[in-house]
């Protein structure tokens, strides 16, 4: 099992709204494109206080070539929603992690 992790840092003003956006907009656009097959939303609760809220959006994917497959085709399209949303108030990392054991 692949994990896609895309960590979000976003300023604390719009933390409900992202977070609403990501559940009702953003993540059912992901999961349409059929490629991961689950996901999870998580807060991180140690950070430095930083003036936002960070959060961690994980997606299953099942192999490597649908993960390609998506970050090709969909992925751009994908943050370019996030950006457009949330332009100079976020900051994210994205990360692709193999699932062990």
Avoid: C
Avoid at 21 to 30: F, K, S, T
Avoid at 69 to 87: G, I, P, S, T
Avoid at 89 to 97: D, M, Q, T
Wanted: aromatic share 16%; net charge negative.
């Amino acid at each position: 099992m692949l994990i896609h992790n895309i960590t979000y840092n976003i300023d604390k003003s719009l933390e409900t709204d992202f977070l609403n956006w990501m559940r009702e907009v953003h993540i059912p656009n992901v999961m349409k494109t059929g490629f991961p097959k689950t996901f999870k939303v998580m807060r991180l609760l140690t950070e430095i206080d930083n003036g936002g809220s960070t959060f961690s959006v994980q997606y299953n994917f099942d192999s490597i070539d649908g993960f390609e497959v998506f970050e090709n085709e969909y992925f751009d399209d994908l943050n370019a929603a996030v950006d457009k949303r949330y332009r100079g108030k976020y900051v994210f990392f994205a990360s692709l992690l193999n699932e062990l054991f």
